[in-house]
């Protein structure tokens, strides 16, 4: 299987299935030199894992991740870090009736028509867990990003409806909902009460904002910035749209509101306002980047649905087992990572831009 790999300088490398022994990550390129220690990691597996809320699935993941190589005596040795994340609460036998259906707004149909089998147990490799491995090696850029004083948070900013009208980072570790508006948790949490009454889910909106980032990150081709952004936060499942600044509202403005104009306050260049959203011609500009990702509901329902069987036959399907009523509260950590991910690698890349960034 191809596409398992991310980034150029710094990469990563995922495997494993939602119901095999583990998951994991191999990360390649980080310098050496750094802290690093697995409770650096483990306290962002733990804002993804299960069971944290009655808007979770219930399966009891620890999510403890094992870091197997690549660090030495609490700093990195500049060789490839291997990390482990033991799988300890499959219930395969909750998928056994989906052995020959497909799930509707799943990936199955997809990759058994692509691969002529797959593994029904949860969606195998398609399968919503294999983010935990992203968050492992994420954490690991978002450690090395704060060496250089750059900062990713990432915030639930609307679930279906409910949308935040405030931002408050306090109010995010507070709720199970990671929404940093406290009203707007009490009405999304009515709204998610309403739809698991009624066997449904919901999707929403992950805002997320990199402070710090300096100017001259990112290609002006292929590889811009906010190309590179896009491709990896959509890589995540169930996220099927990304924005940057004003995003699709700018196709609505006029040159003259949507330009951010430029002036000079203590040596430096800044910006008055941040419709680009932190990026100009694939490039950083020095101010916030802000993006965001539009998750859709999760697929997997208790409601009957017609579906087909892999024989070609119509059949009706009911989904049972442990599922997230709403899939954007435990993602907005997979954003936050895979952002961190982009970031770092276009900083160790944008170390060759110039002859005096290369020093023997």
Do not use: W
């Not at 002006?220 to 990304?242: E, N």
């Amino acid at each position: 299987m191809a596409g398992s790999i991310f980034g150029k300088n710094f990469t990563v490398t995922t495997f494993g299935e939602s119901h095999g022994a583990a998951i994991g990550a191999v990360i390649d390129g980080c310098p050496s030199g750094m802290h690093l220690s697995e409770e650096d990691i483990q306290k962002y597996l733990d804002r993804r894992k299960p069971g944290q809320s009655e808007f979770t699935t219930k399966r009891n993941e620890a999510d403890k991740v094992e870091i197997l190589s690549g660090v030495f005596e609490g700093r990195t040795e500049g060789t490839p870090i291997a990390l482990l994340i033991r799988n300890n609460d499959q219930h395969s036998r909750d998928y056994s009736d989906l052995k020959n259906k497909f799930r509707p707004g799943h990936a199955d149909y997809g990759f058994f028509e692509k691969y002529g089998l797959r593994d029904y147990r949860g969606g195998g490799r398609s399968s919503g867990r294999e983010t935990a491995a992203r968050v492992a090696a994420g954490s690991v850029a978002l450690k090395m990003l704060d060496e250089f004083g750059i900062e990713v948070h990432a915030y639930t900013r609307a679930i279906g409806p409910v949308e935040i009208s405030s931002v408050d980072f306090d109010e995010c570790g507070m709720n199970s909902l990671y929404m940093p508006d406290h009203d707007a948790f009490q009405k999304a949490s009515e709204y998610l009460k309403e739809c698991i009454k009624n066997k449904d889910s919901a999707g929403g909106v992950i805002e997320c904002i990199a402070t710090g980032v300096p100017a001259g990150l990112g290609d002006p081709v292929f590889d811009k910035l906010d190309a590179r952004l896009a491709y990896a936060i959509m890589s995540i499942g169930a996220v099927k749209g990304f924005e940057i600044g004003d995003g699709c509202r700018a196709a609505l403005s006029k040159g003259s509101e949507n330009n951010d104009a430029f002036f000079m306050e203590n040596g430096r260049v800044h910006k008055k306002t941040n419709h680009s959203g932190g990026i100009l011609g694939g490039i950083s500009d020095g101010s916030d980047i802000i993006l965001r990702a539009y998750v859709k509901p999760t697929p997997s329902i208790a409601q009957e649905q017609s579906t087909v069987t892999d024989s070609g036959d119509d059949t009706t399907i009911e989904i049972k087992g442990r599922h997230d009523p709403v899939i954007v509260p435990r993602a907005v950590v997979v954003v936050e990572c895979m952002t961190g991910l982009v970031l770092a690698d276009a900083l160790l890349s944008n170390q060759s831009a110039k002859i005096e960034n290369i020093t023997l």
